[in-house]
């Protein structure tokens, strides 16, 4: 019965159910991973050899108003194929995520709907888990926009913090929105953006920029265009 609880309930599926504790007034299900399935989370191989486990704890959705934890050992292996020493992959969480994904999906839904405060209140999680959730949903959606549909951008750099610590900015001049973040300042910071630009095909109409030398021969040298 735990078993399809576990996966009709939070779509934890792919592991084995041990048992179910009641502490606290929070109840925990105890899981482990067959060691056949256990495989190398760099490049995939099945042939592993068994280097220990650690054991998660994961925040799982709540049932009749109770807070819920998933417990699991997750194995430590040595990849014969790629000589790696790497925890198994998590199928039912994002990693260095301490949270289910039914979880995840759940707390974005109540933030729509009441502050972190609340939230955090209803699922008797920290005000921390909450907005971390939120930042990783965030980081998903936004870090790396699609490019594909860009015809003017801008391209500025400005200083964060003291030492002279620069960020490189490109911006999407119709929408505003910034489209790529690069390290420092200069042309090398921008050599991630060249190369997801050419991947996604954009035509590029117009460029503006200041008059540093390095971001003219930049764009000279990736679009083919002076025009500022």
Known sequence: MSTSLLYHGFGIRGYQYQKTEYLDSRVVFWMQQAKEKCRCS????GDVILRGQTERRFHGLPIGGKPVTIVLSVPRVSCRKC????QVKVDFA??????IKAFARYVLELSRLMTIKDAAQHLGVSWDTVKQIQKQDLQRRFSKPKLKHLRQIAIDEISVGKG????????????GA???VGEGK????????????RASHAKIQAVATDMSPAY???VTTHLGTTEK
């Open 186 to 197: 200069g042309s090398d910071a921008l050599l991630p953006f060249w190369k997801r630009l």
């Open 42 to 45: 760099s490049c995939g191989s």
């Open 83 to 86: 000589n790696l020493v790497r």
């Open 164 to 175: 002279h610590q620069y960020i490189t900015l490109v911006l999407d001049l119709e929408s």
């Open 216 to 218: 003219i021969d930049a």
């Open 94 to 99: 994002e990693p260095r995520c301490h949270s």
């Open 178 to 180: 910034v489209v790529f």
